[in-house]
């Protein structure tokens, strides 16, 4: 069984970071994405970031490049967001998401094993 732990969250000023976790157990595959994605109130969830656990290939949505980064620990069997210059508007709650089924990486359906999720708010 695949669990999906997220940490990291809080409550942080405009402008400065962050640095969530997802602690992954139960991976079985390799080869395998896990992405992070983030829910508002009132809002559809939307895709954040993924990598690739085998290759460190990396997406991210437009909104977010060149402020956050995702990584992976293959021996811790993490994988990080680190989010710098936060906005107001990158308040949400974020989920981890792993067991990529394929198809589209962007959307949250691909995947199969989601975290709880870590609240992120970020004051003006």
């Known amino acids: 069984q695949v ?3 997220e940490s990291g ?4 000023q405009t ?3 962050l640095m969530l976790s997802c602690e992954v157990s139960g991976r079985t595959f390799s080869t ?3 992405g992070w994605f983030r829910q ?12 690739d656990w085998s290759g460190g290939r990396r997406n991210y949505a437009d909104f977010v490049k ?6 992976s620990d293959d021996h811790k069997n993490t994988v990080y967001l680190q989010m710098n210059r936060l906005r107001p508007e990158d308040a949400a709650v974020y989920y981890c998401a792993a067991g990529y089924a394929g198809g589209d990486l962007y959307n949250q359906f691909a995947y199969n094993h989601w975290g ?4 992120v708010t ?3």
Not at 9 to 12: A, H, L, P, R
Not at 116 to 119: I, K, L
């Open 122 to 124: 970020v004051t003006s």
């Open 9 to 12: 969250g809080g409550k942080v």
């Open 32 to 34: 395998d994405y896990t």
């Open 40 to 51: 508002a109130p009132g809002k559809e969830r939307e895709f954040v970031a993924s990598i």
């Open 15 to 17: 402008g400065d970071s």
């Open 3 to 5: 669990l999906l732990v």
């Open 116 to 119: 709880q999720g870590t609240q």
């Open 66 to 71: 060149g402020r956050f980064t995702i990584s």
